[in-house]
T-cell receptor
């Protein structure tokens, strides 16, 4: 079974631009979560989607948004990029949110550099 | 909100020796999950071990084991017989019993010395 895939793997943008990152979860997984990883900050939760609905949202400005499609693929969008948005963006999928053995499987991440 | 603290930004261990990574968390919940994830350099994050808070027995996965102290809100990871492939960033994470949000610590970078 294929793992979580993220595209693109690397991205360079300039301040003020917008960017869209894509995540394809493991087949059958319905929950997709997004994280921002920066040195010293660890992983910070952005949002989580389940069956096309945003169920949880972290403490990020409205410039960060996301969506999930009927096939569970998810995209996140960052508008009006700032230098501080440079980070590794990780996507994680899980089978469901009701499982007692809930576990997240991570993708390789998208490395975003804002110049 | 729950917080997870990893007070050791960097650790090192000699190959074949044992190392313990620390993690503490803050929560008012009684039921939750705790996890240790490993992120090798330029590679995907993978789950190392998980612990359900209602279980008193500490989880073990081969050379990896945890010391879960619920009252102290402590969740340390012990790696026995360390191998070069254990070199990675290790993240401690917390998830509520009913919620879907994970809270991660800032990570501990483990170096294994040959």
């Amino acid at each position: 079974k294929a793992g979580v895939t993220q595209t693109p793997r690397y991205l360079i943008k300039t301040r003020g631009q917008q960017v869209t990152l894509s995540c394809s979860p493991i087949s059958g997984h319905r929950s997709v979560s997004w994280y921002q990883q920066t040195p010293g900050q660890g992983l910070q939760f952005l949002f989580e989607y389940f069956s096309e609905t945003q169920r949880n949202k972290g403490n990020f400005p409205g410039r960060f948004s996301g969506r999930q499609f009927s096939n569970s693929r998810s995209e996140m969008n960052v508008s009006t990029l700032e230098l501080g948005d440079s980070a590794l963006y990780l996507c994680a999928s899980s089978l469901s949110t009701d499982s007692l053995t809930y576990e997240q499987y991570f993708g390789p991440g998208t490395r975003l550099t804002v110049t | 909100a729950q917080t997870v603290t990893q007070s050791q930004p960097e650790m090192s261990v000699q190959e074949a020796e044992t190392v313990t990574l620390s993690c503490t968390y803050d929560t008012s919940e009684s039921d939750y999950y705790l996890f240790w994830y490993k992120q090798p350099p330029s590679r995907q994050m993978i789950l190392v071990i998980r612990q359900e808070a209602y279980k008193q027995q500490n989880a073990t996965e081969n050379r990896f084991s945890v010391n879960f102290q619920k009252a102290a809100k402590s969740f340390s990871l012990k790696i026995s017989d360390s191998q070069l492939g254990d070199a990675a960033m290790y993240f401690c994470a917390y998830r509520s019993w009913a919620g879907n949000q994970f809270y991660f610590g800032t990570g501990t970078s483990l170096t294994v010395i040959p």
